[in-house]
C-alpha cells in the first residue's frame, strides 16, 4: 500500500503528503501541492515521487501545464516529473540546477536566472515571490481563489503527523520537533537562514501583504486557518 497521503484540501488544491526523514533520522515528512488552474490545466509544486497513486490522480484533475520546484534542494524528482509530462513548462530555482544529477534536465524557466519581472504564464491563477536573500532560494506562492499559500522551507509546521499517519514504520515525532509558527525557536530560525536581510525583509513584507488564510508547507501539517498571523509571526523580526 502507498505511504502517501491524496487529499483535495479545498476545491482545486490537492495535496500529496508521505514520510520523509532529515538525514535519514528527522522526520520532516515531504508534500507536493497542485492546483488546477481555471483554463483546466494543473500546476503542481513537485516535491515527492510521481507514484502510481500521485499519477493517477493527477491525470484525472487534468493535463498537466507546469512542473515547480520550490528552492535550490527540493528537486529530487522533477525529473519524473517532466519525464512523465514532457509537455509542461518546468521551472524552478537557477540554484537547483547545480544540485541536479542528470545535467540535461532543462528548465523553461529559473527564478534568480530570469529578468525580476519574468512571467510563466500561470500568474493568473497564482503568484510568486522568490526570496533571493533566503539560503535555499526558496519561492512562496499564491493562490488567491482558495487564499492558500505554498511554500517549501520558508515556514515549517512540525511535527509532521499527516506526512506519517499512512508510513510502514517510524513516526513523525519527537520531543525536540515542535518548530512550528508558534514555537519561540522558528523566528530565530529563520532570521539565520537570511544571508540578506533587506531582501529578507522586502519579500517576507511581500508575501505578508496577501491575503491567506492557509499555508500549505512541504515540512509538517496543513495550517488550515490563521495563517497569515503564523507568517507573521514567524517573520516578526523582518517585518517589525
Known sequence: MSETVIREVTRNVWTFSRPFSRFGVIPFGGRSTAIKMKDGGVWILASTPLDDETKATLNRLGPVRYIVGADAVHHLFLGQYKKEYPS??????????????DKSLKFDGAWGQD???????????????????????????????????????????????????????????????????WSWLHSRIVWSLGVDKEAMKRDARTV????????????????????????????????D
Not at 88 to 101: F, G, M, S
Not at 214 to 230: F, M, Q, S, T, Y
Open 208 to 239: 505578508a501583504s496577501w491575503d491567506f488564510e492557509r499555508i500549505i508547507p512541504c515540512h509538517g501539517d496543513v495550517i488550515e486557518e490563521k495563517g497569515k498571523e503564523a507568517w507573521e509571526n514567524v517573520y516578526k523580526f523582518y517585518l
Open 88 to 101: 509542461a513548462k518546468l521551472i524552478a530555482p537557477e540554484a537547483a540546477y547545480a544540485r541536479l544529477e
Open 115 to 181: 529578468p525580476t519581472e519574468t512571467k510563466y504564464g500561470f500568474e493568473d491563477d497564482i503568484k510568486s515571490c522568490y526570496f533571493d536573500g533566503f539560503k535555499n532560494k526558496d519561492v512562496a506562492f499564491f493562490h488567491p481563489e482558495s487564499k492558500t499559500l505554498i511554500e517549501a522551507d520558508l515556514l515549517l509546521n512540525l511535527p509532521c503527523n499527516e506526512q506519517y499517519s499512512k508510513a510502514k514504520s517510524g513516526g513523525g515525532k519527537l520531543p525536540f520537533m515542535n518548530v512550528n509558527p
